[in-house]
């Protein structure tokens, strides 16, 4: 007795969906991180309204561009967000040599210490970690801007200046 036709259709089918799958993977991950990107702006611009007392629609989002995406040479972040995407290498060129680094299985996390902020950067990745998040805090009670805070810590750490 010869199969059902329909069962050998529906494995088919499968077979066909799971390659088309497998080809959009690279497109897939794109638009991840590109929506990524933009609930980054989004919330950035949402904290920089707060910090300015402003209602979240009155500060427009600025882009996040990733490091692989930006031309010319390294400059000073003005935000964590600017240093997302780094390689280690990339993140040595802006920030110095950390003063701490801890690693748990794929994931490095590297402390930067300033006289008036900290840096905590973490990165993943096996072969080339990345830079997945990166969040400055004050190191006293004083307040001080993000920008002010990374500017001053890879200026003074940097081999660019």
């Known amino acids: 007795m010869p199969p059902a036709p329909a069962p050998a259709l529906a494995l088919l089918a499968g077979a066909v969906a799971l390659a088309a799958c497998a080809g959009s993977q690279p497109q897939r991950e794109q638009a991840m991180v590109e929506h990524a990107l933009r609930d980054m702006a989004a919330a950035r611009a949402g904290l920089e309204a707060m910090r300015r007392g402003m209602p979240a629609h009155a500060v427009a989002p600025r882009p996040i561009v990733p490091a692989a995406a930006r031309a010319g040479a390294v400059r000073s972040p003005r935000s964590p967000g600017d240093l997302a995407g780094l390689t280690e290498g990339e993140l040595r060129a802006?920030?110095?040599?950390?003063?701490?680094?801890?690693?748990?299985?794929?994931?490095?996390?590297?402390?930067?210490?300033?006289?008036?902020?900290?840096?905590?950067?973490?990165?993943?990745?096996?072969?080339?970690?990345?830079?997945?998040?990166?969040?400055?805090?004050?190191?006293?009670?004083?307040?001080?801007?993000?920008?002010?805070?990374?500017?001053?810590?890879?200026?003074?750490?940097?081999?660019?200046?």
Do not use: I, K, N
């Open 94 to 161: 802006v920030m110095g040599e950390p003063d701490l680094v801890r690693a748990e299985g794929e994931v490095q996390a590297w402390l930067y210490r300033g006289p008036a902020c900290l840096l905590d950067v973490f990165l993943e990745g096996g072969a080339e970690p990345r830079v997945v998040l990166a969040t400055a805090r004050a190191a006293g009670l004083d307040r001080v801007p993000e920008e002010v805070c990374l500017r001053a810590l890879s200026r003074a750490r940097a081999t660019l200046w």
